[in-house]
């Protein structure tokens, strides 16, 4: 028998179909490689060492940890009774809830900064109310309050979503055999929902982990002050506020590091489960209920409500003030806005159709049981998420500024950073059913002959179409709320909408800034709302 | 769909790339945001000069003076900047070593500073001395000294901002520096207690002491003289340290790779036209490098017994420890 060489099987499982994406996967992880190491190439000795033996930068790698545990211990321990409540109550405006649960995530982080701000700032709501019993506000909301307040804002929903689809995931018999046995409300939540949501806690919790550790936005808006200050910002202050390459790169290092042992942990305690917007679980019927349960259940659901809707709230109602027409009048607005749209319409565009490329390349393996190739090659193009966007920006833009100006070259690194971050979302959300049409499909169009134009257009787009258009929605507004890649070429004179709010909350203009805020809410909000009233008309067309 | 992607592309580069209509030659200056904002003296000297070079002249604005650098850093030799516009004295060596600023040929004999200006690279624009600002209705008893509202005042709140991306901050972090030596440490520790928050830039916490939020905030002797002037107030007063105030000296420079360096030499002069100089006192607040005439009410304000500085050259060597020391006594 002759020796089969690994790297001829390779080559010859591979169809033509996949090998667009097979170059393009290697391509982003080539194009992310060259980027950080131009920034690497500035700094001739890279000890990571030398971290550990500055206090400051141990103080901050302290600090980076220290917040994103107190944030993921405050969303998830609180995520346990309060997605416990919504699974056993039925209430007016649970759905309205659970939607605006999955608002928080993709919401711009500056839009949230800005509702928290009007709520517990010192100018804010709370404030309002304290001055009014003659007292002052007994917190600022700067510094380690205000990062944590902010995490748990966007993660504690996200908690309770995961286990909320956790405890809908157990099945009607096991209801009903608690109820045979009589099991009440402890009872039942020990041997019944705890298993449920204990799966899923491992996966919760090291996500938000990662979230939080290295969170950008947030700490620039509400931290930022030496004492507060993660290993991602530092890496903005110095290459921003000290142009020392040096220390950027070893913090870059640093973080890429840490994050890249936290991706593999996360990866190694559990499989992901995606989640899904369908929350009909079976109906949960228990018979033991109490006035003292209702009350539980109820005072949590309370709890989220408060923390979740007014913030949301003030952001309409503040950005509705004297100065809507003069800021929508600036001329300043509308090139931001302009520079917004273009961004985060083309990043959008370009990573969905890496994700598609990349997806046809990964399906096709998943087919015939490689699951591994395919998991690799999926990863290669998600490696983003490890790399700080602000690394590969700055990389780039070092490679480039000899060909381009900065003014010119700023707006194509932003898009192109931009699609990147976005991509590994997109990924996510395309790749079950790429595969879903694929093993509906695959055999059928062999066999009728239906390939490449033909069978995009008539297999996947006609099957897809909505998931395409959602994954376009979800990469279009986290591009048009980011503040990352954007924070380094940000001038007076090249802005975005986030950081014109950006600029405008740090000279303090609340009232401008609101205006802002409101848009960009409208903006994110509104695109996920078109695309599903589309569809909605659509159907009804069809019907 | 090749059609449509191709109609979409040309429609992006359309949009994205600004139109070059003007055939006028431009020239294109860093500066600080203050300084070409509507109420700074930018617009007005932009008029000055464009009145005679038939030329385009055009400010960017970045956030402060170090970010006036870091720029022109990160853009290397490929820069569209002609001039940078605010840095200052501290700045200079440093800016020097990049090696991407040119000399000049301007004649420096009408400056009337009190040291002899000989800077081969750097001309002066303005000048002015560091000062804490407060709000005499508001704050009867202001400080006498630096130590004073250190080491005892902890009835007061101030503002100030980060050496690292304001010269007002590098300066006050200069001026602690000259006054404690060794000691800063726990001077900045103490003075911690007292922040209320350390801004970006200048405006900023100028805006924030304005709005009542705090009794202090980092800005210059000259400062009053706008609230005397533009406003009418009397109330605004600069503190008067005995240990004397950190000075400022602003400066600007023109770029290696310039591609209009005719124009920007004539610009250089320009700065120490009357033209010129006569918009600093009451356009950016400082003290003008020239004998122009000055209003008069800079006779009210606060004239430093001493002044301080450190060399150019000191600064630039010990910037960076000095900047970790001020981080580290703020962190615990």
């Known amino acids: ?543 | 769909m090749n059609k449509t992607l191709s109609n979409l592309i040309t429609l992006a580069t359309l949009i994205a790339t600004p139109v070059f209509a003007a055939s006028q030659e431009k020239l294109t200056v860093y500066t600080y945001s203050s300084f070409a904002s509507d109420w700074g003296p930018g617009p007005k000297i932009e008029a000055e000069f464009e009145k005679f070079c038939a030329c385009d002249l055009e400010f960017i604005a970045l956030d402060d003076g170090v970010s006036v650098l870091n720029r022109l850093r990160l853009e290397g030799n490929n820069s569209e900047a002609d001039i940078l516009l605010g840095l200052d004295n501290n700045l200079m060596a440093s800016a020097k070593k990049t090696g991407l600023l040119s000399e000049h040929n301007i004649d420096l004999s009408t400056i009337k500073m009190s040291t002899d200006w000989q800077d081969k690279t750097f001309v002066p624009f303005d000048y002015g001395y560091f000062a804490f600002v407060y709000n005499s209705e508001k704050l009867t008893n202001p400080p006498k000294s630096l130590k004073e509202l250190v080491e005892q005042r902890d009835d007061l709140k101030i503002i100030y901002q980060d050496p690292r991306t304001s010269t007002p901050g590098l300066g006050l972090m200069l001026w602690m520096k000259s006054v404690y030596g060794d000691e800063v440490n726990q001077a900045w520790k103490q003075l911690a207690k007292k922040t209320i928050t350390v801004t970006k830039g200048w405006s900023e916490s100028y805006s924030m002491f304005l709005k009542g939020e705090a009794d202090m905030v980092l800005s210059y002797t000259t400062s009053p003289a706008y609230h005397m002037i533009a406003e009418g107030k009397n109330q605004f007063q600069a503190a008067s340290f005995t240990e004397g105030h950190y000075t400022q000296t602003e400066v600007a420079a023109v770029v290696k790779s310039s591609k209009h360096k005719k124009l920007a030499n004539e610009f250089m002069s320009f700065i120490l036209s009357d033209a010129f100089q006569s918009k600093i006192a009451t356009g950016n607040w400082m003290y003008p490098v020239t004998d122009v005439a000055l209003p008069e009410e800079f006779n009210q304000l606060v004239s430093p017994t001493k002044s301080l500085s450190f060399s150019s050259d000191e600064v630039a060597a010990k910037r960076k420890a000095w900047t970790k020391e001020w981080l580290i006594s703020l962190t615990d």
């Not at chain 1, 920034?39 to 220290?66: G, K, Q």
């Not at chain 1, 909301?141 to 748990?152: D, E, S």
């Not at chain 1, 931009?418 to 059913?433: C, E, I, T, Y």
């Not at chain 1, 258009?469 to 954007?486: E, P, R, T, W």
């Open chain 1, 1 to 543: 028998m002759p020796l089969i060489n690994p790297l001829t099987v390779f080559v010859r499982l591979l169809k033509p179909v996949q090998i667009p994406g097979l170059l393009l996967s290697i391509g982003i992880f080539l194009f992310v490689l060259v980027a950080v190491n131009a920034l690497f190439a500035y700094s001739p000795v890279l000890e990571v060492t030398a971290i550990l033996s500055d206090p400051y930068y141990r103080h901050i790698t302290t600090f980076s940890f220290y917040q994103a545990a107190l944030s993921t211990l405050l969303s998830v321990l609180f995520a346990i009774p309060i997605s416990h409540a919504l699974f056993r109550r039925e209430f007016r405006g649970k759905a309205l809830l659970l939607k605006l649960f999955a608002t928080t995530l993709v919401l711009p982080v500056l839009v949230a900064v800005f509702g928290l701000l009007a709520i517990y700032g010192n100018s804010g709501v709370l404030a309002g109310i304290f001055e009014y019993f003659d007292s002052i506000l007994p917190f600022s909301i700067f510094g380690l309050n205000g990062i944590l307040l902010a995490h748990v804002f966007f993660n504690l929903p996200f908690a309770c979503r995961l286990f909320l689809q956790a405890l809908n995931a157990i099945p009607d018999k096991q209801h009903q055999l608690a109820t045979h046995l009589g099991m009440k409300h402890w009872n039942k939540f020990r041997f019944v929902e705890w298993p449920q949501i204990v799966a899923q806690l491992p996966h919760a919790a090291g996500l938000i982990f990662m979230l939080c550790f290295s969170s950008f936005a947030t700490v620039m808006a509400l931290g930022g002050g030496p004492k507060s200050t993660t290993i991602e910002l530092a890496i903005y202050q110095a290459i921003k506020f000290d142009f020392d390459l040096q220390t950027g790169a070893l913090l870059a290092l640093w973080q890429i590091c840490i994050c890249s042992v936290l991706a593999v942990f996360i990866q190694k305690l559990s499989r992901s489960s995606s989640l899904t917007a369908n929350y009909q679980g079976p109906k949960n019927t228990f018979y033991h209920d109490s006035w003292l349960a209702k009350c539980w259940d109820f005072s949590w659901i309370i709890v989220i409500s408060l923390l979740v809707i007014p913030p949301l709230l003030m952001v309409v109602i503040a950005g509705l003030n004297t100065q809507f027409f003069v800021v929508l009048t600036d001329i300043k607005f509308w090139l931001a806005f302009k520079n917004s749209l273009l961004i985060a319409f083309f990043a959008a565009l370009i990573a969905v159709s890496c994700a598609f490329f990349i997806l046809l390349a990964s399906r096709q393996w998943r087919l015939i049981g490689l699951n591994g190739y395919a998991d690799k090659i999926e990863m290669l193009a998600t490696i983003i998420l490890v790399t700080p966007g602000l690394v590969i920006s700055t990389g780039l833009f070092l490679l480039l500024r000899d060909i381009g100006h900065f003014s010119s070259l700023a707006l194509y690194i932003v898009i192109a950073v931009n699609a990147l971050m976005a991509l590994p979302f997109v990924l996510k959300s395309l790749s079950l059913p790429m595969l879903h049409n694929a093993q509906k499909y695959e055999l059928l169009c062999a066999s009728i002959g239906v390939f490449w134009w033909h069978r995009f257009y008539w297999v996947e787009w006609k099957a897809l179409r909505r998931p395409i258009l959602q994954a376009l929605c979800l990469s279009f507004v986290l591009s048009v709320g980011d503040l990352s890649a954007i924070a380094l070429f940000g001038s007076h004179n090249f802005s975005t909408l986030p950081l014109y709010l950006f600029q405008l909350l740090g000279s303090y203009q609340m009232q401008s800034a609101a205006v802002i805020a409101l848009v960009l809410l409208v903006l994110s909000v509104g695109v996920f709302i078109v695309v599903e009233y589309l569809f909605k008309e659509r159907r009804t067309q069809h019907d």
